[in-house]
């Protein structure tokens, strides 16, 4: 008691760095939840008692189960998220679990909480004893039950959320994404997790509802604890525990100047976005993940511009079937309607798909085996995602994008194989709406250089900066050695971008930007001018941006590009923008 | 009573998705269910059950069947085995 004193007295201001997810301030209270470790006690119970523990058993069940059901309801988005926790479900109902347990009730006087560890003791050795891990790893299913029904059983589990409000900013050591939904709910402050990823789910979901959150903050937990004040910089990547006045003041200032922007941006929602010489720019999201919808929805995008299918590939043991993909293009496509929800086929190195497709290993991946490549190397893969989105288009305004074209050959080739996807199909007489625009991403430079025979082949282009940027200038993006080499808006880059609108205009067909450059509104400008009819950014970003094009004309745009374009610099250009 | 011998044809095996979907349709009849496996015999209503088969791709399961709708269980899980699970 003394030491804790002590400490609080001497508390000076500390900062662990972490990995930003998205950017923003936040302060509040620390609010910390750990898993608790549940306490089981061995005692037994009066043989008079078992009747009444055997009827409380039946209760425990049937509570369980309505939660799980709520959960599987309210919020498991993915068709992987609905199959754990169904699979919980009938673990639950399984006979051998609850002849088990009622059997050490009624004839060993087991108290019921002893009963249920005693069952799960039982079955973590069985599966322990496998030989085959892929089989020994289902225990986690068991264990998270096991969790969930004594956590109820003990009255341990209600709390979690109880203690959170509107000043809160969680701490935990991981976080799922249906448990981000329902914390946001709680109108909290900000999450910083011990762990994660700035790309897992529920990272995304925190960017795209703009709640600051911050992860990978090793050590944390050793110097925090509840109800401490502490600062999220999201800017920055930092929290800060126990602020000095003068800093807490500085953050009070920032945070109250970010609240004002927020809320002036709000009011944007149902404005329309076109220039002040009246262009309607078409201004769309990019998203990852279907759980990502409600935001599209609530900042009134203008469709999907790019829905990343990398998601329902990655971070799994086995393929999604074309029936899963077809459900959730589905439920975009319907929610969309009637705005157009553009999907590109998958688009990753096989670095990452290397675990379920038996790659081999790549000396230089971004150079490597991916985007349509891969999808070129596994037609059934590919076909499967082609036949979802031509079943799922019957209800929506679809449209297919393919990444990393490199040549008009490709485009060829992917419309083959589209067609026979159409004939196989027609053949199992599936319905489908054969009627499905395809366009290509420009982001390698043969392709720009070459716009003018693919746009003859497309319905839409669609330019993907990031990786534009990354091979026009020979410039890693994660490399921090040659982060200098990476800019945005080198002439090369500039000029790049003015021919691809050319040559898709010549078409007659629309050209957008779906890379970083369109969610940063110092661009906004220079894209219009460039040519660029839509714009694609995180839903996150759709207001600033949008904000950034009903202040800005088309034709004073355009001079603007015109001068850059003729500049020999990066700095050169930056100085225009500024 | 009615016996069926039947194939795993999913790579990944009876994991627990393929596991629940058993059980599931299962618990839909009045009939007992079995499953055989080598030396084992184990319940086709519990998904410990059926999980603790650790029935791996290619591995052969006999399934038995005893009771008044027994034929239209057994229908059910050849239909089920067929489609793979939904699965490759």
Redesign the interface.
């Known amino acids: 008691m003394l030491l804790n004193l002590e400490k609080s007295k001497l508390a000076i201001m500390k900062k662990i760095r972490g990995i930003s997810v998205s950017e923003g301030v936040a302060i509040g209270k620390a609010a910390i939840i750990q898993r608790k470790i549940l306490h089981v006690s061995r005692e037994h119970i009066n043989a008079a008692d078992t009747s009444k523990e055997l009827s409380k058993f039946k209760q425990d069940i049937e509570i369980v189960i309505a939660e799980l059901e709520h959960l599987i309801q309210n919020y498991a988005f993915s068709q992987d998220q609905k199959e754990i926790l169904s699979t919980q479900k009938v673990i639950l109902v399984d006979p051998e679990f609850v002849d088990r347990v009622n059997y050490l009730i009624s004839e060993e006087n087991c108290s019921r909480e002893n009963a249920i560890s005693i069952y799960f003791t039982e079955v973590a050795d069985i599966f322990r004893n496998m030989d085959n891990q892929f089989f020994s790893q289902r225990l986690t299913d068991y264990e998270d039950v096991a969790y969930r029904l004594l956590s109820h059983v003990l009255k341990k589990g209600s709390n979690r959320l109880d203690s959170l409000n509107d000043k809160s900013i969680l701490i935990m050591d991981n976080i799922t994404p249906s448990f981000v939904t329902r914390v946001f709910e709680k109108k909290i402050k900000g999450i910083i997790t011990v762990k994660g990823s700035r790309n897992s789910h529920s990272s995304i979901i925190a960017r795209s509802m703009n709640l600051p959150m911050l992860v990978n903050t090793s050590g944390l937990l050793n110097e925090v604890e509840n109800d401490q004040l502490i600062i999220i910089d999201g800017n920055n990547g930092e929290v800060i525990i126990d602020p000095l006045p003068e800093v807490l003041l500085d953050y009070e200032n920032r945070y109250q100047q970010e609240q004002n922007q927020k809320e002036t941006l709000l009011k944007l929602i149902d404005v329309q976005a076109k220039t002040t010489d009246e262009k309607i720019i078409k201004l769309m999201s990019n998203i990852e993940i279907p759980d990502e919808l409600e935001r599209v929805v609530k900042y009134n995008s203008d469709g999907i511009g790019l829905f990343r299918t990398e998601f329902l590939f990655i971070d799994r043991e086995d393929l999604p079937t074309e029936e899963e993909q077809y459900e959730i293009y589905k439920q975009i496509a319907e929610k969309m309607s009637p705005e157009p929800i553009t999907i590109r086929t998958i688009d990753v190195g096989g670095d990452k798909l290397s675990s379920i497709l038996n790659l081999a290993h790549e000396d230089n991946p971004n150079l490597g085996c991916r985007g349509i490549r891969i999808s070129f190397e596994n037609i059934p893969i590919f076909k499967q995602q082609i036949k979802a989105v031509l079943r799922a288009n019957v209800v929506g305004n679809i449209k297919l994008m393919f990444p990393m074209i490199s040549n008009v050959t490709e485009i060829y080739r992917a419309k083959k194989i589209i067609e026979e996807c159409k004939h196989e199909l027609k053949d199992k007489a599936v319905e489908f709406n054969p009627d499905l625009p395809i366009g290509a991403m420009i982001e390698i430079p043969s392709a720009v250089v070459t716009s003018d025979a693919i746009a003859a082949e497309c319905d839409f282009l669609s330019i993907g900066t990031n990786d534009l940027v990354q091979y026009i200038l020979a410039v890693d993006r994660d490399n921090e050695a040659v982060a200098s080499y990476y800019q945005s808006c080198h002439p090369s880059v500039l000029r790049s971008i003015q021919l691809t609108a050319e040559n898709a205009h010549k078409r007659n067909i629309k050209v957008a930007v779906c890379g970083e450059m369109a969610s940063e509104p110092i661009f906004v400008q220079l894209l219009l001018g460039l040519g660029i009819d839509e714009l694609s950014v995180s839903p996150g970003r759709i207001l600033k941006i949008k904000n950034e094009i009903i202040n800005s004309s088309l034709y004073n745009s355009q001079l603007l590009a015109q001068k850059c374009l003729l500049q020999k610099t990066s700095a050169e250009v930056m100085e225009l923008l500024n | 009573m009615i016996r069926k011998r039947i194939m795993i044809a999913n ?3 009876m ?3 393929p ?2 979907l058993v ?2 349709a299962a ?1 839909k009849y009045r009939s007992e269910f079995k499953i055989l496996k080598d030396d084992m015999e184990i ?1 086709g ?5 059926v ?2 088969l ?1 029935a ?1 791709f290619g591995s052969e399961l006999e399934l038995v069947a005893d009771g008044v709708d027994e034929e239209y269980l057994i229908k059910e899980m050849e239909e089920l085995f067929a489609s793979k699970f ?3």
């Open positions: 790579k990944l095996g994991h627990a998705r596991a629940t059980v599931k618990t319940n209503k519990s998904i410990m059950g999980m603790t650790a791996e939904g699965e490759e």
